[in-house]
């Protein structure tokens, strides 16, 4: 393909690109209006199911598919990193020297890291009833984490980071987002239908139906991945060299 040609074909799909998204804002609501057909519909199904956190119940429940995709799309960048950072042939692997760290740096990130990796377990576990959810605590969760990094050293991290087990922990939880759907095609619903189990009292961490399950698979998915992406990018910096020595 030419550079004329990929130009025109820019051109052409980005003009496409901005009528669609200029026929889609001319038929918004008024900005201020008292009308807004799908906010009112999410809002109704999400109480109709006990969710008291309606994005959530979007998330989860309503566009759970999309979700699917989401997470697929985080699942395959990790797997791509991997590969591509993978330790090569002209590359050896040398034990990393510990670094002297500041003491009021040690004591700060040795302080929050238990604090930060609660509060991380607690946005995941509590996605149903207050903002946050399986994304935001699973990246909380999984930072946390690093605070040994910053606050003691490598090695230290590596002992609580086996990698090979955030791997398999981020297999299994994709897997269990994707049996969760499944388990609705063999009840005789739909695919990650919101029918498999009772909505529980509502504002309540039983509440919601499957909305807890898929939000809880997303959020272990999520941390792991991070741990898993973090654990390659740290070894080209910290542990593989090159044969050179560069």
Known sequence: MTPRTRRWLVLVGGA??????????LRLPDFG???????????????ARRTANSIASVNFDQRAFDTLGEMTILFAAVVGCVVLLRQTRDEHRARPEPADVAPPVRRYALLVLPVALVTGLYVIAHGQLSPGGGFQGGVVAATALHLLYLGADYRALERIRPVGLYEVGDAVSASAYLVTGLAGLIGGTAFLANTLLPYGTFNTLSSGGTVPLLNAAIGMEVACAVVVLLARFLDQAVEIEEESGK
């Open 16 to 25: 496409g690109l901005a009528v669609l998204l200029v026929a889609a804002c």
């Open 33 to 47: 209006g008292d009308s807004h057909p799908y906010g009112d519909r999410a809002v109704h199904v999400s109480l």
